[in-house]
Nanobody, 123 residues
Framework: QVRLVESGGGLVQAGGSLRLSCAAS????????LGWFRQAPGKEREFVAA????????SYADSVKGRFTISRDVAKSTVYLQMNSLKPEDTAVYYC????????????????WGQGTQVTVSS
């Protein structure tokens, strides 16, 4: 059974940084893409970033390019999202997700989800 467990959320001031972690277990992820999505109150879940488990190919939403960095540690079976220069509009619940083989930016394309971690950026 696939399990994705996020951690690292919290309250931070604008301009600050946070690092989110997603511990993945339950299967071999070598042919999977791991992504981060976020959902603010009253808004749809939106793509943030994704990385291929087997390589270093990454993709980002335009709103976070240059500020956020996604990476993975295969030995620890963990995906990270380093978030710098945070803005109040980054406030949301952040979710880790996994899908087979191909990168995607639509939430419906992902098969597995974590429970989410709250990130709040104060102005």
């Amino acid at each position: 059974q696939v399990r994705l467990v996020e951690s690292g959320g919290g309250l931070v001031q604008a301009g600050g940084s946070l690092r989110l972690s997603c511990a993945a277990s339950g299967r071999t992820f070598s042919n999977y893409v791991l992504g981060w999505f976020r959902q603010a109150p009253g808004k749809e879940r939106e793509f943030v970033a994704a990385v291929r488990w087997s390589g270093r190919s990454t993709s980002y939403a335009d709103s976070v390019k240059g500020r956020f960095t996604i990476s993975r540690d295969v030995a620890k079976s963990t995906v990270y999202l380093q978030m710098n220069s945070l803005k109040p509009e980054d406030t949301a619940v952040y979710y880790c997700a996994a899908r087979y083989l191909l990168p995607g930016a639509q939430a419906a394309e992902y098969d597995y989800w974590g429970q989410g971690t709250q990130v709040t950026v104060s102005s």
